[in-house]
């Protein structure tokens, strides 16, 4: 079994910042991707940034510049630290981590969501 959890979410006014954590835990023998998703009401979910176990990173367009995903290998954790924030980046924000198990089967998991509400 694996299990995602994120953290990290919360208000904050347009301009200001916050840093989501998501933590990927159980039966683990390697993750290859882990990464960000939102969803805002209405919307379908989207690609908000992803990074492979390479390094290789991937950003929506709309947060290039003011979003930056990082990882802890060691501890099975991926970060994203959110800038200059706008209305517009309220959502749902998912984590989801890509790999293989303890049993050497491949597995995709999504977290339960953190809210993040940025107010104008």
Same mark, same amino acid.
């Given at each position: 079994q694996v299990h995602v959890v @994120? *953290? #990290? #979410? /919360?208000?904050? +006014?347009? /301009? #200001?910042s916050l840093r989501l &954590?998501? @933590?990927? &835990? /159980?039966s683990i023998f390697r993750i290859n991707t882990m990464g960000w998703y939102?969803?805002? =009401? /209405?919307k379908q979910r989207e690609l908000v940034?992803? %990074? *492979? &176990?390479g390094g290789?990173?991937?950003?929506?367009d709309s947060v290039k510049g003011r979003f930056t995903i990082s990882r802890d290998n060691a501890k099975n954790t991926v970060y %994203? +630290?959110?800038? *200059? %924030?706008? =209305? @517009?980046?309220?959502a749902v924000y998912y984590c989801n981590a890509q790999g293989l198990t303890g049993l050497m089967a491949y597995f995709g998991r999504w977290g339960q969501g953190? %809210?993040?509400?940025? &107010?104008?």
């Open positions: @994120e *953290s #990290g #979410g /919360g208000l904050v +006014q347009a /301009g #200001g &954590s998501c @933590e990927a &835990s /159980g939102r969803q805002a =009401p /209405g940034a992803a %990074l *492979s &176990s290789d990173t991937n950003y929506a %994203l +630290q959110m800038n *200059s %924030l706008k =209305p @517009e980046d309220t953190t %809210l993040v509400t940025v &107010s104008s």
